[in-house]
Each structure stands twice: as structure tokens, then as C-alpha cells.
């Protein structure tokens, strides 16, 4: 069974600073999902990372995968308060898999 | 842009109720899904469909059946609506051959079992 642990599962923060965001997950993969949610609304993807290496940048994120390690990371570069959100990281499980599995999420506050 | 769009926003719904949940994407995509988000768990797939008329159970289907009759709604009905079902629901579809491919996410419902 494929299981998806992201850390920290809470991060406060201060504007400026940087800091980066975790997901292990269990057994082999090659797509790996980050999904943004803000506060009553729904999952927007942010990046898809396809193959051992893969680094993906958007503004002040930055997202990147190692299958070797099964870990993909996710990392900000002096946070601004826009950024508060709670992050999800998904896995796609592989071939015979029920589509994805989702980490617990890591609830961001970036505070001024 | 992709558009998937769900019946209510929130709902409130006695025990015993049987509740449907409706999903519409219209951007003709293969695959819908049904999840559940609660505090500290995550998302859980309850549902989900491929095609037409296809649906497979995901990692918590007990209370829940699902309908697809057109491919772009699918809809989760709850026969008989109980407490530990208050939860927020998302619909999300996605298209390509692959399940895994990016999977786009309608607002949620909010659903509160009295």
C-alpha cells in the first residue's frame, strides 16, 4: 500500500525567510503532484514532476523530485503572505493504482 | 480553461437522508472522482470513473455508490445519510490515458449530517 507522508504537517513562518516542505512516499514512483488549496476553496495544481530530476519553478516555489530517495521536495524562497495555503503533495501509485494518494497536507502561514 | 462544478457549496442533510452529490466537468474528460477531505487526513478517494457507466471503488467506498450516465457528470449518492459522513467532498477529473494525469478539482461541497 502506497503511503505519502509530507513534513511538516504546520509551518509558521515570517515574510522573507526560507524554508522548504517534504513528501516521502512508500513505494516506487515517477509522477509526483503538488496541489495549493486556499482557505474554502478548492486543490490548484501547481507543479507536475514527471521523472527522477525534475525540477519545476513558479515565482517563489520551487519543486523538485528524487525517485531514487522517494522524496520530492518543495521549496520557498522568501516567503510573502500571499503564500499562506495548505500545500498537498500526490503520487500516482503506478500501474494497477486507484489513481492518486495524497499526503496529509502541510498548512502554511507566513505571517508579516 | 478547465471547469469542474459541483451542485452545492454546502449542504445540511438529517441522518437517514440519501443525499446526492453532483459533479459536472466540460472539458470531456475520461476519468471523475469522488474524494473526501477531513482535518488531518487528507484527501481519500471514495470513488471513481474511467468511462461511461464505469465506476471502481477507491480506498473508502462503504456508504457511498456513485452514478455516471454522461460522461461529464458524476454524481455520489450517500443511501443513507449518517454523522460520520459530515465531511468536505471534491469532484476532480482529468484526461489522458493515464488515471494520474493532473487531476483538476471542482470548489467542494461542505456536507453537515444532522
Known amino acids: 500500500e502506497l503511503k505519502v507522508e509530507q513534513n511538516p504537517l504546520f509551518l509558521s513562518m515570517q515574510e522573507g525567510k526560507n524554508y522548504t516542505i517534504y513528501c516521502n512516499y512508500s513505494?516506487?514512483?515517477?509522477?509526483l503532484y503538488w496541489y495549493r488549496q486556499d482557505p474554502g476553496k478548492s486543490l490548484e495544481s501547481l507543479f507536475v514532476?514527471?521523472?527522477?530530476?525534475a525540477v519545476k519553478q513558479e515565482g517563489r516555489l520551487m519543486a523538485s523530485l528524487d525517485t531514487k530517495a522517494r522524496l520530492s521536495t518543495l521549496h520557498i524562497t522568501a516567503a510573502v503572505h500571499d503564500l499562506s495555503a495548505t500545500y498537498f503533495c500526490?503520487?500516482?501509485?503506478?500501474?494497477?493504482?486507484?489513481?492518486?494518494?495524497f499526503g496529509k497536507g502541510t498548512h502554511l502561514i507566513i505571517q508579516p | 480553461d478547465v471547469k469542474v462544478t459541483q451542485s452545492s457549496r454546502y449542504l445540511v442533510k438529517r441522518t437517514g437522508e440519501k443525499v446526492f452529490l453532483e459533479c459536472v466537468q466540460d472539458?470531456?474528460?475520461?476519468?471523475m472522482f469522488w474524494y473526501r477531505q477531513d482535518p488531518g487526513l487528507g484527501l481519500r478517494l471514495i470513488y471513481f470513473?474511467?468511462?461511461?457507466?464505469?465506476?471502481e471503488k477507491g480506498d473508502i467506498p462503504e456508504g457511498y455508490s456513485v452514478s455516471r450516465e454522461k460522461k461529464e457528470r458524476f454524481s455520489l449518492i450517500l443511501e443513507s445519510a449518517s454523522t460520520n459522513q459530515t465531511s468536505m467532498y471534491l469532484c476532480?477529473?482529468?484526461?489522458?490515458?493515464?488515471?494520474?494525469?493532473?487531476?483538476?478539482f471542482g470548489p467542494g461541497t461542505r456536507l453537515t449530517v444532522l
Open positions: 500526490a503520487v500516482d501509485g503506478g500501474v494497477g493504482a486507484d489513481g492518486l494518494t
Open positions: 513505494t516506487t514512483s515517477d509522477r
Open positions: 514532476l514527471l521523472s527522477n530530476g
Open positions: 472539458m470531456d474528460h475520461e476519468n
Open positions: 470513473s474511467y468511462d461511461v457507466k464505469m465506476k
Open positions: 476532480a477529473s482529468n484526461y489522458g490515458t493515464g488515471i494520474t494525469d493532473t487531476q483538476y
